[in-house]
């Protein structure tokens, strides 16, 4: 090894035998190690500075303090175990880890690394996310994040336990206090009882690699938050070799998304917020991340919107809601988590851009729960009580809560206001019965079509929605289906200046949490789709006009008669297209329009239509994946048109099927060749024509 780098272990009144066996190993290591003691030493002397402890720091530094100083000045520092609490009193993060103590490792622990960081300087040695540091069988303490998330810290690692991803504890976390730098590892890395030797030594190179990197002042990117539109575009681009990330979908920049937030035209540009996750590809800690949008279709990553506050009603998540206009001023409402309470907040824009909010001083709100009908309480939650959808009817605000009942199925609740702030409490709209609409109403959103009005609601397993009319605070259901059949949950909508309603949905993974991590991100949202009346009184859904100004080279066929048997290759290879057809089964049992196949048809996603009305999105050979979903996906087509017209957007791993402008079916595919490009149309059991097809190559969305 080179020169050593010249490392400070500190010392305080907390020394215990675990400190003194991993500074042993330290001076054995390195050279230029030497136990120093926390309140007598000149940092200046080192060019790093390592604190182990087993205890919670208490009183013992500050944010005036050498310590800290000495990082912002530029130093570095390593915190291991229980001295990550230090970065609270050390005026580095708004919080501290939340998960502190001791606990039983019971299979070989260590860093679960995030696809982002793979290469990071810390991560050299290891060629798998996935780092044995501690051994089974031992009692050892611990300081992570858990429930919250560092205001200020950028997530490295989470945990892996065996080969099981425990996901939510984050356990590495790295800081850029001023121009200092310093990262946190809070568990599995105890020295003091004999381990695995393989553990042992990834250990030693995980701390070797942190000290190394901390003292060589090596400027790496992408740690520290919160992040601005450079760093996040940076994020975007590293996952952008991923053929399954969607190119022209919402997605986030990289970590996890889920519902669509707030959406508005404001000021010219469309906003568009989502449940967002900085700390991993899974759902915990929700921000409101932010994309913007000139055409509805080209978007850029915009900083954070909203963070949970350490001492707000929203400490463990900012969840859903939405934006309205007070008089000029852009205003989120939407719901805090803290503990077992979920609890409407609000939030104003502190500029025009909407990059910047302000919370209410006063939130939560509304802080307490109605009181009837009672409101459903869960083993997670005092009330199920959570989303927002606000309207101004002659001068008044209107308020959907969605909520769960102790005595029956989903509800969307009712409130009023002359102030955004102040709310009276004016019960159901609308309640379901638990078995056929499901526990709890999640997202429900009212949209007004004049003759009848709109309200859906997301019910754990589907969007289901109801066309009938509201009036004085009910709604009477005359129609009730489904808004998709597939991945597709928790959507919101957004009017246009031209009065349309554009709709976009949280386009789930089909993919286990294992998969996500190993992507580094997770979600995506629908294309936007225009929700109108069709004039027979049910719904129409299509995809939004602007949609067409994102295709690229084309090609069309005319008339074509598909024998029994025969198959026809489109003659575009493409994961990221838009196709339309028009399809006659004369005397065919089905179509299928086959999308993502390999020319050897090992991976392939049939889209069906039958002689029965369905169309069924068959995922048994999508992949060669064992881990994928196989199930098919399927959705009853009424004949509106006879024939069925199709459009399809195929994204990376989004298949969305628009059918006869009605129905729609969303459906996530993982194909792992590359050549999983081809697009084939076949009859089965007898003749069917296809009186007219296109098929677009669609450019990307993101700037
Ligand atoms: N997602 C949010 C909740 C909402 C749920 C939390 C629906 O506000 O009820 O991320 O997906």
């Excluded at 299979?107 to 290891?126: C, I, N």
């Excluded at 029994?564 to 049992?589: H, I, M, N, W």
């Amino acid at each position: 090894m080179g020169t050593s780098p010249r490392i400070a272990c500190l010392v305080d009144d907390g020394a215990d035998s675990e400190q003194s066996t991993a500074y042993d190993w330290c001076e054995s290591r390195f050279d230029g190690a030497h136990r120093r003691r926390i309140d007598t030493f000149d940092p200046g002397e080192y060019d790093v500075l390592w604190w182990h402890r087993v205890d919670p720091v208490e009183a013992a530094v500050s944010e005036d303090g050498p310590l800290a100083s000495f990082v912002r000045d530029g130093g570095s520092l390593l915190l291991t175990l229980a001295a990550v609490t230090a970065v609270e009193p050390l005026g580095f993060d708004g919080i501290g880890p939340d998960a502190v103590g001791w606990e039983e490792v019971c299979e070989p622990t260590g860093p679960l690394w995030k696809r982002l960081y793979h290469d990071h300087p810390m991560a050299d040695g290891f060629d798998t996310l996935r780092v044995h540091t501690r051994g089974a069988g031992v009692t050892v303490p611990y300081a992570r994040y858990e429930a919250v998330a560092p205001t200020d810290g950028d997530v490295l690692a989470s945990t892996v336990r065996a080969d099981h991803a425990a996901v939510s504890q984050l356990s590495t976390v790295s800081w850029q206090p001023g121009d200092g730098r310093v990262i946190g590892i809070g568990s599995a890395l105890s020295f003091g009882q004999p381990t695995h030797d393989i553990c042992r030594g990834n250990r030693e190179t995980l701390v070797a690699n942190a000290l190394t990197f901390l003292a060589g002042g090596a400027s790496v990117p992408l740690t520290g938050r919160p992040k601005d539109v450079a760093t996040l575009s940076a994020m975007r681009e590293r996952l952008a070799g991923d053929p399954g990330r969607p190119s022209y979908h919402v997605t986030p920049p990289a970590n996890w998304l889920n519902d669509p937030n707030g959406l508005v035209h404001w000021n010219g540009q469309y906003h568009l917020f989502y449940q967002y996750n900085p700390t991993g590809p899974f759902h915990g800690t929700i921000h409101w991340g932010h994309a913007v949008s000139d055409d509805l279709i080209h978007w850029e990553d915009r900083p954070v919107a909203l963070s949970p506050s350490p001492d707000g009603p929203d400490r463990d998540g900012c969840w859903s809601g939405c934006t309205v206009d007070d008089d000029g001023v852009a205003t989120i409402l939407y719901t805090g988590g803290r503990g077992s309470e979920q609890l409407p907040c609000l939030a104003t824009a502190a500029d025009e851009s909407l990059t910047s909010w302000t919370k209410d001083p006063d939130n939560p709100i509304i802080d307490e729960l109605p009181a009837e009908p009672e409101v459903l309480q869960t083993e997670d939650w005092d009330g199920e009580f959570r989303d927002h959808c606000v309207w101004r009817e002659n001068g008044i605000w209107h308020q959907l809560i969605g909520a769960g009942m102790e005595d029956g199925g989903g509800a969307a609740l009712r409130y009023v206001s002359t102030d955004l702030r102040e709310w009276a409490y004016r019960g159901p709209v609308l309640t379901g019965d638990r078995d056929t609409a499901g526990t709890v109403w999640e997202c429900p959103e009212l949209l007004d079509f004049g003759e009848k009005q709109l309200l859906h609601v997301s019910n754990y397993e589907d969007v289901v929605y109801f066309l009938g009319d509201y009036e004085d605070g009910k709604f009477t259901v005359e129609r009730r289906d489904k808004l998709d059949h597939g991945d597709f949950y928790a959507p919101q909508s957004m009017w246009t200046d031209d009065d349309r309603a554009l709709t976009w949905g949280w386009v789930q993974e089909a993919r286990d949490i294992r998969a996500q991590w190993d992507a580094g991100w997770s979600g995506t949202l629908s294309v936007p789709r225009e929700l109108s009346l069709a004039e027979d009184g049910g719904l129409r859904q299509r995809p939004a006009d602007e949609l067409t100004a994102l295709r690229g080279d084309g090609t069309h066929c005319g008339e074509l008669r598909l024998g029994p048997g025969d198959s026809r290759e489109v003659g575009v290879e493409s994961r990221q297209f838009e196709l339309q057809a028009t399809v006659r089964l004369d005397d065919a049992d089905a179509v299928e329009l086959t999308v993502l196949e390999t020319p050897d048809g090992q991976e392939r996603t049939p889209i069906r239509y039958t002689a029965t009305n369905e169309v069924i999105v068959d995922r048994t050979h999508a992949s060669t994946d064992p881990q994928a979903t196989t199930d098919s996906q399927r959705m009853t087509v009424r004949p509106y048109d006879a024939p069925l017209s199709l459009r399809v957007f195929v994204d990376g791993s989004i298949v969305e099927v628009f059918a006869n402008e009605r129905q729609c079916l969303t459906s996530r595919v993982y194909p792992e060749r590359p050549d999983a490009t081809g697009i084939s149309l076949s009859a089965l059991g007898g003749t069917a024509t296809v009186t007219g097809l296109d098929c677009w190559e669609l450019a990307d969305a993101w700037r």
